[in-house]
């Protein structure tokens, strides 16, 4: 079946650091991928989101390109605030489907 | 604005009782969402409704109950079958039920006494 993989956390970084958080998906068809983040004791925001191969998704100086030939849409940031501390979460919608398939989530630090 | 609320923010379930988890929505969306996330988990299902008077279950839909009396209300009913009810509930809405991108409202802590 579908599946959405995200590396382990807690990742810890000091500000201004250079983030990626790795995400892989296995799915039939055409999925679409999104990144959500959540900040303590509140709901999921869409961050970002990408439709089909090599469409990028950007938002708030995140980046994560959609990559079929490695399955992957890793999340990418520059420079990371401490505000950006938050858990992120990967998901995988299939065209045409209301069901989302969601990865386990990866929590950020970011040290001043 | 427009949103997804949820309430309450926290509810305690007594041993053998049924609650209910409320989630409203002025988006004018068709399709509503109920899921369940544990800690270190990603989210899972519990039901769907892709509209008004109508509903599936998800993934985890044993022990838990819905309706879809109006567009704007999707209400979740933790009943006392349901023997880990423990989680972080979270509700969303997207467009229709083929429209990918689902909006989340800011969830409802239940815990047992």
């Known amino acids: 079946g579908d599946s959405v993989t995200q590396m382990e956390g807690p990742v810890t970084l000091s500000e201004e650091a250079f983030l990626t958080i790795n995400c892989t998906y296995t799915?039939?068809?055409?999925?679409?991928l999104f990144w959500y983040v959540q900040y303590p004791g509140e709901g999921l925001q869409l961050l970002l989101k990408?439709?089909?191969?090599?469409d990028k998704g950007s938002n708030k100086g995140f980046e994560a390109t959609y990559r079929k030939e490695t399955t992957s849409f890793h999340l990418e940031k520059g420079s990371v605030q401490v505000s950006d501390s938050a858990v992120y979460f990967c998901?995988?919608?299939?065209?045409?489907?209301?069901?989302?398939?969601f990865g386990t989530g990866t929590r950020l630090k970011v040290l001043a | 604005d427009g949103g997804i609320t949820q309430s309450p923010k926290y509810l305690f379930r007594k041993e053998g009782q049924n609650v209910t988890l409320s989630c409203e929505q002025n988006l004018n969306h068709d399709a509503m969402y109920w899921y369940r996330q544990d800690p270190g988990q990603g989210l899972r299902l519990i039901y769907y409704?892709?509209?008004?008077?109508?509903?599936q279950k998800g993934d985890i839909a044993e022990g838990y109950s819905v309706s879809r009396e109006k567009k704007e209300s999707f209400p979740l009913t933790v009943t006392s079958a349901q023997k880990n009810p423990t989680a972080f509930y979270l509700c969303?809405?997207?467009?229709?039920?083929?429209?990918?991108?689902?909006?989340f409202g800011p969830g409802t802590r239940l815990l047992v006494l």
């Open positions: 990408a439709t089909k191969a090599d």
């Open positions: 409704s892709q509209i008004v008077n109508d509903f």
């Open positions: 799915a039939t068809g055409y999925p679409s």
């Open positions: 998901a995988l919608s299939t065209s045409g489907t209301y069901k989302y398939i």
């Open positions: 969303a809405s997207s467009i229709d039920y083929r429209q990918e991108t689902q909006y």
